[in-house]
């Protein structure tokens, strides 16, 4: 009998609360907060394992370690710093720092490498009255400085990163190596993969900041060993240059790091996300079935009705089941949504709006670069439809919810003109939502 006045609320509703005004029962409430529940869990699990993020070596918040020269060494007459005058720039929204993206104290230097607590850096090699300059970073130690789970780089065929970016300016002499290699040793000095990256160089701008980006893997071509090397344990980093005649060289990195690996969002967070949503979803039914009962009753006390609590309440309760008929809808949207890729500095801006739908904000888009920027439009692009009906469904859902209170208050005072029903519902509808996103952001 419960289940049929919960689905009847849906088609035949002046009989199903006529019914459930006469013999309230909190049995039902409990079955439809249950489904809310499941439906709602359903929607944003399913958004989650759609939604993968590119994960970063060094991680995010201490991408810098790279070009610290703390944890570079050197060929004699080579000598490797920190510049603090002339870095990469690349800063980027970060919505948990809870600024508008239309506001700069919003985005976040990813490169800033603040060594000696003096301010961002780049990291300068400088030679002088030579045509070589070698020097090696020493991959273990800087992960260990910042804490990395791992003391290495795995760069490994199932889960390992796919590429190394290096973000370089040639400052000195104003031609292009004759010669640059990039060698990646795995556990030892012995043991190492090489690659040529002089033709990747030579097309370069001098003087400017130029990004290259390097495939990594047992997969990418172009890469020579030595030894017995493994992708997944990579420690440290050579870099080799060799120009046509002796002069003062001076080559500074902005950016040095490994990324690639991108990583489902709800594997990532995991019992984490969901014991999240378990607990948030209860509390979004529970204060809106206050809210509406509260100020449905509070009409019926001024207008000295002599309306009891508790039918209000179970009456309520069964109306909100449109709220499970909505997230149902929505998880049915979310299953035709694509998966979307956040790159490492799209995922710092990527965010839920108050319904839930997932995007990148559109006024940050532009401080990306051209092939984030690409990213960041494909992925509003591929949740636009996601975001269209879930904010449908919100209104839909809350007129819907105006309708079967009013029928709840013309049921409990059917001398109650239908204008003054109407006024009743839709002011108790309004006051719940202005309630709701006030004092806990929830719709």
Request: aromatic share 12%; with cysteine; net charge neutral.
């Amino acid at each position: 009998m419960i289940i049929n006045d919960i689905v009847e609320v849906l088609y035949g509703p002046v009989k199903a609360f006529k019914r459930i005004i006469e013999k309230p029962q909190y049995l039902g409430a409990i079955i439809i907060i249950l489904l809310f529940v499941v439906a709602m869990v359903g929607y944003e699990s399913a958004e989650f394992s759609k939604v993968y993020a590119e994960n970063t070596s060094p991680q995010i918040g201490v991408l810098s370690s790279f070009t610290n020269a703390t944890f570079w060494n050197s060929a004699p007459g080579v000598n490797v710093s920190n510049n603090y005058a002339d870095y990469f720039n690349y800063s980027v929204y970060v919505v948990g720092l809870s600024y508008p993206p239309n506001d700069s104290r919003g985005y976040y230097n990813l490169f800033a490498n603040y060594t000696k607590d003096i301010g961002p850096s780049s990291l300068e090699i400088n030679a002088s009255n030579t045509n070589t300059a070698t020097e090696a970073l020493n991959i273990a130690s800087a992960l260990n400085s910042v804490n990395s789970s791992v003391p290495y780089v795995n760069c490994g065929a199932s889960s390992g990163f796919e590429n190394l970016s290096i973000t370089m300016k040639q400052v000195s002499p104003a031609v292009a190596p004759l010669s640059a290699t990039l060698t990646l040793y795995s556990i030892n000095d012995t043991s190492f993969f090489k690659y040529d990256l002089t033709s990747s160089i030579s097309n370069e701008s001098i003087n400017a900041w130029n990004n290259l980006t390097i495939p990594v893997g047992p997969n990418a071509n172009g890469w020579s060993s030595s030894g017995t090397p493994a992708w997944g344990n990579i420690t440290s980093l050579k870099l080799d240059f060799s120009y046509p005649t002796s002069s003062n060289i001076s080559v500074r990195i902005g950016a040095l790091f490994f990324r690639g690996q991108y990583v489902n969002a709800l594997q990532s967070g995991g019992t984490d996300i969901l014991i999240r949503f378990v607990e948030a979803f209860p509390l979004q039914f529970l204060f809106t079935w206050l809210f509406l009962t509260g100020a449905i009753y509070l009409f019926f006390k001024g207008l000295k009705a002599g309306i009891v609590w508790k039918p209000v309440f179970v009456a309520v309760s069964f109306a909100l089941f449109v709220m499970v008929i909505r997230g149902v809808v929505n998880l049915l949207a979310v299953v035709a949504m694509p998966n979307v890729y956040f790159p490492f500095d799209v995922s710092l801006g990527g965010a839920t709006n108050i319904l839930g739908a997932i995007s990148y904000p559109t006024d940050a888009i532009g401080h990306l670069t051209v092939m984030s920027q690409t990213a960041a439009t494909t992925i509003n692009s591929s949740t636009a439809l996601l975001g269209n009906i879930t904010f449908g469904m919100f209104a839909i859902s809350y007129i819907w919810l105006g309708a079967l209170c009013t029928i709840i208050v013309g049921t409990l005072k059917p001398e109650f003109t239908l204008t003054k029903r109407i006024l009743i519902s839709a002011v108790s509808v309004g006051v719940t939502l202005l309630l709701l996103l006030l004092l806990v952001n929830i719709i």
